[in-house]
Structures are given as C-alpha cells and as structure tokens.
C-alpha cells in the first residue's frame, strides 16, 4: 500500500519562474494538505484541499494557488518565484472524518537560484 | 495568535539515557496536540497525537508524552534512547474539535543528537 508520493524530489528553478509540484494521497485519503517548510524551521501550512475545493489557507499571498482531481491528486502551483520560496514542500493526506492523522510524504526540495 | 514553542533547538543525550523534550503552546483553547519526527530527507511520522481524554499519551517506538493544560505543555519523553532515535522533532497543534483535518501549527523543531 503505496503511502504518499510527491514528484518531483528536488526542482531547481530561477526568479521569476513558475513551478508546479505534484502530490498522490495515501490510498483511501480524500484530504490533501500542502507544507512549506524553510530550512532549519517548522513547516507551515499553505492550504487544503478536499472535494476538489481549497477548505483552508494558510497566510501565503496569492502567488500559491493549488488544484485537486478528481481521483484526489492535488498540485501545488507556486508563480513569479523568489528567492525565499526555497524549501521543502510537503504533502500530507487523510480521510476527512475518520480518526486517521494526517500521513506526510517525504517532500519536494525545491531551490531558487 | 497561536503558537508552539520548542525551547531546546539541540539536544544530546548518551544512548540508553532517558530523555525529555519541552513543547510549550499558545492557544484559545484545548487544542489537538502531536508530536512528529524527521529522519534527514524524509517527511514527517507521527509519534503520538492527543485529542481529549487521559492526558498520559502512548505513541509507537516507546516514546509517551504528557498534556499539562495548567502549564500549557506537552512534553515528550522516552526513557531509554536508541541511536536510531537522532532526528529532528517537532511539535505541533490544531484547533481542537478539528477533527483529523485540522491545519497543524508547528514549532520550530528540536534536533536530537544520540552519543553512542
């Protein structure tokens, strides 16, 4: 039973560039939720996204815009890239309403040159 | 405004020696409280999570912690470290009666070291 997979590992873009990153649920997970974590901090949380609808969001300007799919994929979507969006980007899945935590994937490092 | 607060950024403990770390929270009210670990490369993996009920919470690979509402804490402790234990810990919170989707609010991490 697969648990949570991102793509792309590792990413290097420049300023000014947009990247997509990708994030498959846990089997049975209906719920996706998207990380920022900053090196040698907390992650922090961007949005999440259930019934294909952003529910929650964090305080990230509008230059972080997410999608969830049908099949409960999601993507995380991140315009006009700066230096300080450097990071590891998680993804971390559940089952609204169950009694199960949220499940983390390993993450997307993603660096701005 | 809510937040968590980890005093210790490193820790060394000798392997087999008991450890505590601090978590300190700043909340309305009761929230949901976890605790989570990261192995260098990797995501996250839940410890231990406490939603309401016995404030003593057993989680997996002997690690318990204990909800304090009076000093707002929830510390980790696990008597007998591994080596395998080094790792960095955070602690974390969400609104309570959230459910399992609530959005975590993170500390900044504490780093455990383990001499052998």
């Known amino acids: 039973d697969a648990g949570v997979t991102q793509s792309p590992t590792h990413l290097i873009k420049t300023r000014g560039q947009q990247v997509t990153l990708r994030c498959s649920p846990k089997?049975?997970?209906?719920?996706v939720s998207w990380y920022q974590q900053a090196l040698g901090q907390g992650p922090q949380f961007i949005f999440q996204?259930?019934?294909?609808?952003?529910?929650q969001r964090g305080n990230f300007p509008d230059r972080f815009s997410g999608h969830q799919f049908p099949n409960y994929s999601s993507e995380l979507n991140v315009n006009a890239l700066l230096l300080g969006d450097s990071a590891l980007y998680l993804c971390?899945?559940?089952?609204?309403?169950?009694?199960?935590?949220?499940?983390f994937g390993d993450g997307t490092r993603l660096s701005i040159l | 405004a809510q937040s968590v607060t980890q005093p210790d950024i490193h820790i060394t403990v000798s392997e087999g020696a008991s450890l505590e770390l601090r978590c300190n929270y700043s909340?309305?009210?009761?929230?949901?409280l976890f605790w989570y670990v990261q192995s260098p490369g990797q995501g996250l993996q839940l410890l231990l999570k406490?939603?309401?009920?016995?404030?003593l919470v057993q989680g997996i690979k002997g690690f318990e912690a204990e909800f304090k509402r009076s000093q707002s804490s929830f510390n980790l402790r696990k008597p007998s470290v591994h080596w395998s234990d080094a790792a960095e810990y955070f602690c974390?919170?969400?609104?309570?009666?959230?459910?399992?989707?609530?959005?975590?609010?993170f500390g900044q991490g504490t780093t455990l070291q383990v001499k052998p």
């Open positions: 971390a899945s559940t089952f609204a309403g169950s009694n199960q935590p949220q499940h």
């Open positions: 089997s049975g997970h209906d719920t």
């Open positions: 996204y259930y019934e294909e609808e952003e529910r």
């Open positions: 909340y309305g009210a009761t929230p949901y």
């Open positions: 406490y939603f309401s009920g016995d404030t």
């Open positions: 974390a919170v969400a609104r309570g009666g959230s459910g399992n989707t609530g959005k975590l609010i």
